[in-house]
């Protein structure tokens, strides 16, 4: 014969597991905040052309940004590979000069850099997880056609 004593204490262990695994299931919806919608203006054709003017006047423009690679060159059997994300750096500066710079995230230490002046780019692959194997310095002309290469690539 079971004790009381045990028994209440079953009953017990019993109501809180129960507790514990459906209360996550209670909630229904999950309330998220949304980007609110900015208001329409009215513009004139004045106006817009000396915004259009106004953009035209930079030189140079820096952005920071956080960068996701996947390689999707098996998508058409249904399999890709996603790699972490790492933050980025880029600097554009008229007439075609573009300088990136891919970092990794906490350590803010150079993964990659690539630079261009228009007519060539180099590109430094500085880190490659330990192996070795992809560190490369490749230098190319953008005028090349390089689709050669990347039937190469996708062979």
């Known amino acids: 014969m079971i004790r009381p004593f045990y028994s209440s204490v079953v009953r017990v262990a019993l109501v809180v597991a129960f507790a514990a695994f459906f209360s996550g299931c209670i909630s229904v919806k999950d309330e998220r905040g949304t980007p609110t919608l900015l208001k329409t203006e009215e513009a004139t054709l004045a106006f817009l052309r000396s915004e259009v003017d106004r953009f035209a006047r930079v030189d140079s423009l820096r952005a920071k940004m956080d960068l996701k690679f996947e390689d999707n060159s098996f998508a058409q059997f249904g399999s890709k590979e996603v790699y972490r994300s790492a933050d980025g750096e880029v600097v554009v500066q008229r007439p075609a000069s573009i300088y990136l710079k891919v970092q990794v995230p906490v350590l803010k230490t150079d993964v990659a850099q690539m630079t261009s002046d228009g007519e060539k780019f ?8 330990g192996s070795g194997k992809y560190k490369k310095f490749v230098m190319g002309t953008n005028n090349a056609d390089y689709t050669k290469l990347q039937r190469e690539i996708d062979l």
Do not use: E, H, P
């Not at 180099?122 to 997880?129: I, K, W, Y």
């Open 122 to 129: 180099r590109v430094a692959v500085l880190q490659d997880g």
